[in-house]
């Protein structure tokens, strides 16, 4: 059996600073927990130990029929995801 190291929810649109989401509280919590960072210490520790790694990104269809109403993140959505990943990989 093959293993792998997913990461999720890292596009800068929820966790850079100059993201949609990247003022709100989600993306101050974030930072103030250094989420990217640990992340990356993550992905290096499961890349030496043989791991392949996994990137997970929320996309929509061009009229956002996916998207939940009730988010408090997603609902305000405007245009596609433009800003993919961050500089974890």
């Keep these: 059996m093959s293993s792998i190291y997913l990461v999720l929810d890292m596009m800068n649109d929820l966790v850079h600073p100059d993201g949609p989401n ?6 101050e919590q974030s930072r103030s927990r ?5 992340t990356r210490r993550a992905l290096d520790k ?3 130990a043989g791991l392949r790694a ?3 990104r929320v996309g929509f269809s061009p009229d956002y029929r996916e998207c939940p109403a009730n988010s408090p993140i997603f609902s305000a959505a405007i245009c596609p995801l433009v800003w993919l990943c961050c500089s974890v990989t």
């Design 34 to 38: 250094n989420i990217v960072a640990n």
């Design 54 to 56: 996994g990137f997970v």
């Design 46 to 48: 499961a890349r030496a």
């Design 22 to 27: 990247g003022k709100a509280p989600y993306g």
